[in-house]
């Protein structure tokens, strides 16, 4: 059956790729606007599954793969900065303080029907972090502004960071790949 990844992130397409199975990955058409009163856990999983099923018409017998991360902190979620600025600000109120990290997977059978959604959970705890390093970081790394807080845990960013807790290292950078292999060994795919 095709695999298809619903993203167009570099970093979710390396973790996938290290299962060496042949798959696509394609831009997902879906409004990731957190909806009122939703919880970080709500957006996360709605948004896997919303980004998978907006490829569905264009892969009538596929396995596609959705996800998305939403980071909280104090009860607020904290959403890709986009702008410097916000970047630096979103940053400031993190330093120091730990982050939950939720990064929902979706796979949707397209053949069957078939949807199975989980959730993995990432504590993150930065270090202090004075307003020039992150002016420094961001600098350096720009491409953070796309990922939830600018907090990208991949190449300098690892520098942030004072300590990870999770059950799975992957989920942190977009995909909870364990619990992913178990969802494709359930729809018949062997990876080993």
Known sequence: MQIVLAST??????????????????????????????????????LARAKAESLAGRFPAALIIGS???????????????????????L????GRTVLFHSALALVNTATGRVQETVGLTRVTLRELSETQIRHYLTREPDALHCA????????????????ESDDPNSLIGVPLFELVTMLNNEGVEIL
């Open 149 to 164: 807080g600018a907090a990208k845990s991949e190449g300098l960013g690892g520098a942030l960071i004072a300590r990870i």
């Open 92 to 95: 400031k109120w993190m330093s």
């Open 9 to 46: 992130s570099p970093y979710r397409r390396e973790i996938i790729a290290r299962l060496g199975l042949p798959f696509e990955a394609v831009a997902p058409h879906c409004d990731e606007t957190p909806l009122p009163d939703e919880t970080a856990l709500m957006t996360a999983t709605r």
């Open 68 to 90: 998305d991360q939403v980071a909280l902190l104090d009860g607020q979620q904290i959403g890709k900065p986009l702008e410097f600025e916000r970047g630096v600000e979103m």
